[in-house]
């Protein structure tokens, strides 16, 4: 194995031309951790947030991009026995995705379900990670529930749309336009909402209220939220697209007992995300190996174009995930 690989970097921050294709250093796998030769890795509107410069990496992460790969364990650092080299695995990565070679703590490591292939397996761990977090341990999404997803057709919400959906919850998703909702009814929400047309609050109002909603907007839709939970109703944010400050009426909260929290995935520690994985595999990875819910893919891009996999993540036409083919 050569000691340099290709890599895509972040040249200073700015627009996808920021991009640029370098070469590196190949890592070395740490105590507990594991080298994947990368085949794909996932696309997400975090590493934007990276290349923008709003979202930094932990100190210790890679400068890298990429938080999500498949690909094939090629070294194995001291203390770990559960992976071999040759083994095909997925793994979340606390960044340093978009390259040939990525170190990544083992435990953050999963199995390709079976019959999946490498494609599909590199747009699961950042999406699958966070909703199982923020849905179900954070949120407590019960069976026969009434759950809203915001941004259904994003990588996060046709993954909270299916896992929902196979847990027994009502969904109900918002998105911009037609085919969005069209695809979010496909993936089984009860209901989608275009939100250029259609107001969430009375839908959810005239079905008793929701009593989980997972948002990734903020900002002018943090009031309207809280209307359009259902007393006890929880609402777990998870991204601010729609702007981090905003007024609101605390009386809401106290009236109707209503929960409000949120979590980023990145700074958790490595057992907290290893505590997810492990739920993760007990729990979904039989769905997915059933083929009861799978990863919704839009677009593939050669490793060399993650300037335009980004411009393109940026239009929001995309429905579900983009991978970049690195090997493979
Ligand atoms: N907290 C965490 O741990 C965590 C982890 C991963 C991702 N995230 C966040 O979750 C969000 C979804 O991630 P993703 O990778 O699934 O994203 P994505 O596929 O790029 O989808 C984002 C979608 O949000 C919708 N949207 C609604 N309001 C928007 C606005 N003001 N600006 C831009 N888009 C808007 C757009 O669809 P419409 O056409 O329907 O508007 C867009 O397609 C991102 O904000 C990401 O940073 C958080």
Known sequence: MSNTMQAIEITKPGGPEVLKPTSRAVPVAG????????????????????????????????????????????????????????DEVCALLPGGGYAEYVATPAVHALPVPAGMDLRA???????????????????????????????????????????????????????????????CV?????????????????????????NLILDMVGGSYLPRNLLALATEGRLVQIALLGGAKVEMNLAQI???????????????????????????????????????????MDSEFAFTEAAAAHAYLETSKHIGKIVLKVAG
């Open 31 to 86: 105590v507990g951790e594991i080298v994947i030769r990368v085949a794909y890795a996932g696309v997400n509107r975090p590493d934007a947030a990276q290349r923008a410069g709003t979202y930094a990496p932990p100190p210790d992460a890679s400068d890298l991009p990429g938080l999500e790969a498949s690909g094939v364990v090629a070294e194995v650092g001291p203390g770990v026995t559960r992976w071999k080299i040759g």
């Open 121 to 183: 397996a590199a747009c699961l761990p950042e999406t699958f990670f966070t909703v199982w977090t923020n849905v179900f341990d954070r949120g407590g999404l019960q069976a026969g529930e009434r759950f809203l997803v915001h941004g259904g057709s994003s990588g996060i919400g046709t993954t909270a749309i299916q896992l929902a959906t196979a847990r027994g919850a009502r969904v109900f998703a918002t998105a911009g336009s037609s085919e969005k909702c069209a695809a």
């Open 186 to 210: 496909g993936l089984g929400a009860e209901q989608a909402i275009n939100y250029r047309e259609e107001d969430f609050v009375e839908i959810l109002k005239a079905e008793g209220g929701a």
């Open 254 to 296: 106290m009236m109707r007992r209503l929960t409000l929290t949120g979590s980023t995935l990145r700074p958790q520690s490595v057992e907290a995300k290893a505590q997810i994985a492990e739920a993760l595999e007990r729990e979904v990875w039989p769905l997915l190996t059933a083929g009861r819910i799978a990863p919704v």
